[in-house]
């Protein structure tokens, strides 16, 4: 029987990005440390868990594939929703795949909801150099353009995955802490608001409010 792994955060991540950048490829290498040279292609929509101790904290990470329906430069909102983060690829040798990324921003921003954080991933840069078709400055400066982190990689070599992945997984933890503390503020005031309208019955003396009052607040 499988054990279970007790964890402190859920985070859904993304990868994103025209056919043949390496996407299946990243995931493969970041969860299952693996290279495929054989392009891989999936029936529907995959994805992998990988669990990440950060700053004290363990996380599930749920990492979720296209597979295939980015051809069609378009993905449904189904699967953005719920996304924490969103790995945007793109692949050195191929200025195409380049051109995509302000294309798939546009999506991510009508699709992904505003709290979903994003980095840019230029990958296969263990191409020789004479292969790329994209510098990393150009890759940098678009970055910049949408204030989003970059990060070089070669799921080839295993160059800047973890660094890529992890980077995104800290940002979206924060997130995901600061709503949970957020929503147990709000119960708590809630919380204090019930007792304090049990209170208010109690002290009126008229037991059939009495009654009403604490059904209310034990339902
Ligand atoms: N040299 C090199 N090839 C890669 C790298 N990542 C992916 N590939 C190759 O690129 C092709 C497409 O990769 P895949 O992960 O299927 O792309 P996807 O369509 O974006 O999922 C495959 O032949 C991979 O072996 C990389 O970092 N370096
Ligand atoms: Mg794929």
């Known amino acids: 029987m499988a054990s279970k792994v007790a964890y402190d955060h859920s985070i859904k991540l993304l990868l994103i990005g025209d056919s043949s950048v390496g996407k299946s490829c990243l995931l493969l290498r970041y969860c299952d440390d693996y290279f495929r040279s054989a392009r891989i292609s999936t029936i529907g929509v995959d994805f992998k868990i990988k669990f990440l101790d950060i700053e004290g904290k363990k996380l599930k990470l749920q990492i979720w594939d296209t597979a295939g329906q980015e051809r069609f430069r378009t993905m449904t909102t189904a699967y953005y929703r719920g996304a ?19 294309r798939w921003v546009k999506q991510i921003d009508e ?15 263990d191409f020789d150099k004479k292969d790329w078709n994209v510098p990393l400055e150009e890759g940098q400066q678009l970055a910049n353009q949408f204030s989003i982190p970059f990060f070089p990689t070669s799921a080839k ?8 992945f992890e980077e995104l997984a800290k940002v979206c933890m924060k997130s995901v802490a600061e709503k949970e503390q957020q929503e147990m503020a709000e119960a708590m005031k809630t919380n204090e608001h019930k ?8 002290g009126a003396g008229n037991s059939k409010h009495k009654e009403k009052s604490s059904k209310r607040y034990f339902c």
């Open 84 to 102: 924490h983060g969103i790995v945007l690829v793109y692949d050195v040798c191929d200025r195409g795949s380049f051109d995509s990324v302000s």
């Open 157 to 164: 070599t295993n160059e800047g995955v973890p660094q890529a």
């Open 195 to 202: 007792k304090d309208l049990l209170r208010l019955g109690s």
């Open 111 to 125: 699709h992904a909801g505003p709290d979903c954080h994003r980095i840019l991933v230029a990958n296969k840069i």
